[in-house]
T-cell receptor, first 118, second 115 residues
């Protein structure tokens, strides 16, 4: 079974500071990995995804993530935080191999609430 | 084009009542997913549809939960004899097909409160 662990349920940064949200996965074979963002009272929006092409993935709003197989990690970073980045962020995993009932199904981490202060 | 829509946006019900939650996916998307977001459990998968069939119902919490999809489009999640632990935000998502490669587009959710 696949699982995702997000380290830190709350992260607080100053505006302009580096954002680092941590995600580690557990899977018998390298999965597909996703980062979603959820703004208050809204649905989830895809930030970026890793689907076994380039290990460094660039997404929307200046975010990027690096897939590190040796560390089973997929941490999300942004060089300079904006106030508008304040939201909850979810890391998710999905099987990369077709077949089986889990294919296409997202398994989410517990989420990390990002606070950006002036 | 239009995104995934869900109705109602909020639902307050009394314990023991039945509720129906509706999801309208993006036109042409063959795969549809239901997730539940609650304080204690985080985001958890409930069920998915490929077309009108639901091959995997393992995520449904109990036999009080059921879902159907008609015409390869609209889906309804029904909760019978609601309990307080059913209080959560129910999210629907759709994608082009049931491939992990494809992005799932999420609706705004239905917030269910069981009194």
């Amino acid at each position: 079974a696949q699982s995702v662990t997000q380290l830190g349920s709350h992260v607080s940064v100053s505006e302009g500071a580096l954002v680092l949200l941590r995600c580690n996965y557990s899977s018998s074979v390298p999965p597909y990995l996703f980062w979603y963002v959820q703004y208050p009272n809204q649905g989830l929006q895809l930030l970026l995804k890793y689907t076994s092409a380039a290990t460094l993935v660039k997404g929307i709003n200046g975010f990027e993530a690096e897939f590190k197989k040796s560390e089973t990690s997929f941490h999300l970073t942004k060089p300079s935080a904006h106030m508008s980045d304040a939201a909850e962020y979810f890391c998710a995993v999905s099987p990369s191999h077709a077949g089986g009932t889990s294919y296409g199904k997202l398994t989410f981490g517990q989420g990390t609430i990002l606070t950006v202060h002036p | 084009g239009a995104g995934v829509s869900q109705s109602p946006s909020n639902k307050v019900t009394e314990k023991g009542k039945d509720v129906e939650l509706r999801c309208d996916p993006i036109s042409g998307h063959t795969a549809l997913y239901w997730y539940r977001q609650s304080l204690g459990q985080g985001l958890e998968f409930l069920i998915y549809f490929q077309g009108n069939s639901a091959p995997d119902k393992s995520g449904l919490p109990s036999d009080r939960f059921s879902a159907e999809r008609t015409g390869g489009s609209v889906s309804t999640l029904t909760i019978q004899r609601t309990q307080q632990e059913d209080s959560a935000v129910y999210l629907c998502a759709s994608s082009q097909d049931r491939s992990s490669y494809n992005e799932q587009f999420f609706g705004p959710g239905t917030r269910l409160t069981v009194l």
